[in-house]
């Protein structure tokens, strides 16, 4: 029954049963209370009970409780009993109870409970503790425990142990056994056994001051280890921490530790808060890291080879002391461990191994003496000096390795740049030789600018691999880099720049101010304080500046193309490409001739621009047919000028840098306007129009031939198809009718055969229907076909006489100007045209031959000069009183 359910029917009353019969059956049990005394008692079965008036059922019939062998059960409120084991009643009869405290009954005969008993919980079974466990047991009220030892005395008598518990006492029952609970002593827990393997070590905490079960007396906190191998209970006062692994140790590997506290470890060997040592292999092979001792790490061996060599700082004395502030050197062949505090100094080196051309920097660290009697030798802090080989050189504590130098190769062409650190002079050293630094000697670096870095590095001969000094890109200004796929140059090697042939390089000297030209097929290597000229000049099409970036000066002959626009006298913008050929006129063995070449940063761009100048102010004065016709002429004399004899010169000097144009070659003249340019072009796309237009109406017209053509031949074998069709059904409406003719009779037969005969006669009609109908069709589409050719033709034949009439009108109109022309002239008369064009410049030269004056050109600036017989007319004798050939207007023959 549920304890809850139990005290609910406790208290509940049966209303209705104070005069009835209540049969109890055996081991059942009631409890009636005595409304007048209000006193309940407890009945038991087997017994008819016959309640009174004055009494009430307050509990139904309940079983007995039942405790079976190693069971028990807590009944709270217990009756109080006398020594012989019956229940205590009070003065009025009720039984007495212990109100608020428990009572646990083990195995016995079923028993009832008195009012106001209660059963706690389950009946359950008794625990049963195994080999290595206990339970750990607190005492919650004091109390006297009875222990009986299963031994027995000297005197056949069983030995009992009397022992006083005292409220929050705890101790341990050790299986195996069975544990018989009382209700003064609470389980709080089952402590099982820690089976300590090999190579391991348990590791407890005394949780107050106890003696532990090998008898040694522990303070509360206090760890310690047990190392025994099996299996360990630990102790009502003994607290598991862990399990502690061994450290297996090799003649490699050892172990680093440190101590938390002071302590004897189990080496008895006394150590220091903060100590810290090595455990080796000589010590012992397994360490159990004791309670106070902390596993910093593992440490492995360091082994040095014949060939190698180490700097130890802070070693370790022979009392096991760090030396701070010590360093020691250890070379092989041997095996160490490096002890805590110890470090090695940039690791294990080898030995220094020099050849013959090979030295070692030293520097000393502190002041020190090498060598002995004669060859003693003094060193100092920071001195330098150096030791050559071949030698094998292991260096000592006092002494620093600075560098490890060899012997720098140098040919004819190669040099380096030497900077004495105690002078700061710079020297240029070059071959052929070996050269070795003195100790107070070191490489230089010389630093040039990013583009002179770039043109050293790529090594491109600028006259075969010119685009790739386009460094500009497509902006003008844009700043030149470096480019990152090329490798950088070693900048302590001297600067060597191959001239190439026919070119010229400049290098300037900045500590003596003076400059030299160095001409090719040519090396140049450059001192410390010498530096390139660097030529910027213009590129691209048309000329942009800062473009192409070169050291050496090509001398020429080469050839720049350059863009520009010109604008006629009648308006008409032109665009004109021009490549020049030039050279530079140059004595090599003149050095101010040399430096001029320079005086010009950029030459192609003044050229280009010089040139240009002079073209524009040429064709300015010339119309667009002029031009158009004698461009060729009008360009060279605009560059090259005429001689003293009128013959246009051969070349273009420039006298700033001895620079000479001596060609010109025009590659395009086009106009720049787009209605010049559609209007040059309309009269070739006007044929090209009626070509095309004339080729599309003869490929449409076969087109639509064709077609009319297919469909007449599918309209027609549409109809012959219908007319198979309807023959098959007329054979098939006779095989009918003859089926129909056999199988009926009389009437039936007459009837199939009209049937028959009109059927056949309907398909005849039909048959000369469609036939008559295919007949129509043809004619239709012939009719149309022949429409359609006719109406094309009319419109070819149409267009044809329009182009006629516009190319008669055409020549017409020419032949009229040209007759209007020619009368004009005819009535002019040739001589008058003469005498008037003579007559003003005549007067002129009559003039200037009395002034002696042989060359001049006078204008009122309002009419334009014809600039190509002004300047033969200035060349030509003025003293004959004739005009010149030069001078003379064209003609309608010119």
Not at 75 to 85: A, M, Y
Not at 638 to 653: K, L, N, T, Y
Not at 700 to 717: C, M, Y
Not at 739 to 760: D, F, P, S, Y
């Amino acid at each position: 029954m549920n304890p809850t359910e139990r005290k609910t029917e406790n208290k509940t009353e049966f209303p209705g049963t104070s005069s009835g019969v209540i049969r109890l059956k055996p081991q059942q049990f009631i409890h009636i209370l005595d409304n007048n005394t209000g006193v309940t008692r407890l009945e038991v079965g087997p017994q008819t009970i016959t309640l009174r008036d004055h009494e009430r059922l307050i509990l139904k019939p309940e079983p007995m409780i039942v405790v079976p062998p190693r069971y028990y059960c807590i009944v709270e409120n217990p009756v109080l009993r006398d020594e012989s084991g019956q229940p205590i009643a009070d003065e009025h009869g009720q039984i007495k109870l212990c109100y608020g405290d428990r009572e646990i009954r083990f195995a016995q005969e079923p028993f009832p409970l008195y009012p106001d008993e209660e059963l706690i919980g389950e009946i359950t079974q008794l625990q049963v503790v195994e080999r290595n466990q206990a339970l750990r047991l607190k005492a919650i009220r004091d109390f006297t425990h009875t222990l009986t030892p299963p031994d027995l005395g000297s005197d056949g008598q069983t030995q009992t142990q009397t022992i006083n518990r005292l409220a929050g006492d705890e101790w341990l029952f050790e299986g195996p056994g069975t544990y018989i609970p009382r209700v003064e002593v609470e389980v709080v827990e089952t402590v099982t056994t820690r089976v300590i393997k090999p190579n391991q070590a348990l590791r407890l905490l005394a949780r107050q001051n106890c003696i532990d079960r090998q008898g040694n007396r522990r303070r509360a906190g206090e760890e310690w280890l047990v190392r025994e191998e099996g299996a360990y209970l630990p102790g009502v006062d003994e607290e598991i921490v862990g399990i502690i692994n061994a450290y297996v140790l090799t003649e490699r590997k050892a172990l680093h530790l440190r101590a938390k506290r002071t302590f004897q470890d189990i080496f008895s060997r006394q150590r220091k808060a903060g100590d810290e040592w090595l455990v080796t292999f000589e010590d012992t092979e397994i360490h159990i890291p004791d309670v106070y001792e902390q596993v910093v790490g593992e440490v492995e061996i360091t082994t040095l080879s014949d060939r190698e060599w180490c700097i130890v700082v802070n070693p370790i004395d022979a009392s096991g002391k760090p030396q701070l502030g010590m360093r020691e050197v250890r070379q092989g062949r041997t095996s160490f461990f490096l002890h805590p505090g110890e470090f090695l100094e940039n690791g294990i080196q080898k030995v220094y191994v020099l050849g013959e051309q090979e030295a070692l920097l030293l520097r000393a660290r502190e002041a020190f003496n090498e060598g002995d009697g004669e060859q003693l030798i003094e060193h100092h802090p920071g001195d330098l000096w150096m030791i050559t080989g071949p030698i094998d050189y292991i260096p000592r504590v006092e002494v620093e390795v600075v560098e490890r130098r060899k012997a720098i190769p140098l040919d004819k062409n190669e040099g380096i740049y030497v900077r004495d650190i105690q002078t700061g002079e710079l020297k240029l050293v070059s071959g052929p030789m070996a050269y070795m630094l003195s100790p107070y000697e070191e490489l230089w670096e010389k630093q040039l600018s990013p583009i002179v870095e770039e043109l050293i590095t790529q090594k491109n001969d600028p006259l075969a691999n010119r685009h790739r000094h386009l460094t500009g890109g497509n902006e003008s200004n844009q700043t030149p880099g470096i480019n990152p796929s090329i490798s950088e140059r070693d900048k302590t090697r001297a600067v060597v720049f191959h001239v190439p042939q026919n070119a010229a390089v400049q290098i300037h000297d900045y500590k003596d101010r003076t400059a030299r030209t160095v001409f090719g097929p040519d090396l140049v290597m450059l001192g410390p304080d010498e530096a390139f000229t660097v030529l910027s000049l213009s590129g691209s099409k048309p000329k942009r500046p800062n473009v192409i970036k070169s050291l050496a000066l090509l001398l020429g002959p080469d050839f720049m193309t350059d863009i520009f626009t010109v604008e006629t006298s009648d308006h008409a913008r032109l665009q004109i490409q021009l490549s020049y050929n030039w050279y530079f006129d140059v004595d090599r063995h003149d050095e101010q001739a040399a430096i001029k070449m320079f005086q010009v940063p950029d030459f192609v761009g003044d050229a280009c621009k010089a040139i240009a100048s002079r073209v524009r102010g040429a064709v300015a004065g010339e119309k667009f047919d002029e031009f158009h016709r004698n461009s060729a002429r009008i360009i060279r004399q605009a560059v090259f000028g005429i001689d003293e004899e009128g013959r246009i010169r051969d070349e273009f000097r420039i006298r700033t840098n001895n620079l000479v144009i001596t060609n010109i070659d025009i590659q395009s003249v086009e106009p720049v306007d787009e209605r010049t340019l559609e209007s040059l072009q309309k009269s070739v796309q006007i044929a090209i129009q009626i070509t095309t237009d004339a080729q599309e109406a003869a490929a449409r017209q076969d087109a639509e031939r064709i077609e009319q053509a297919a469909k007449a031949r599918l309209e027609r074998q549409v109809i012959v198809d219908r007319g198979a069709a309807e023959a098959e059904r007329k054979k098939l409406l006779e095989l009918q009718a003859e089926n129909a003719a056999i199988e009926a009779t009389g009437q039936a037969t007459a009837e199939a055969r009209a049937k028959a005969q009109a059927a056949r006669i309907q398909g005849e009609i039909t048959v000369n229907s469609a036939q008559q109908e295919a007949e129509a069709t043809r004619i239709r589409d012939e009719a149309k076909l022949a429409q359609l050719r006719a109406r094309q033709e009319a419109e070819l034949t149409h267009q044809q006489a329009l182009s006629a009439l516009e190319i008669e009108k055409a020549t017409a109109m020419s032949q009229i100007n040209s007759a209007e022309f020619r009368q004009r002239i005819e009535a002019m008369g040739s001589e008058t045209i003469k005498a008037i064009a003579q007559a003003g410049p005549e007067m002129q030269a009559r003039l200037l031959e009395a002034l002696g004056i042989q060359s001049v050109l006078i204008t009122d600036g309002r009419n334009p000069i014809n600039l190509f017989s002004t300047a033969n007319g200035l060349i030509s004798p003025l003293t004959s009183g004739l005009p010149s050939d030069s001078q003379r207007l064209p003609t309608m023959e010119d």
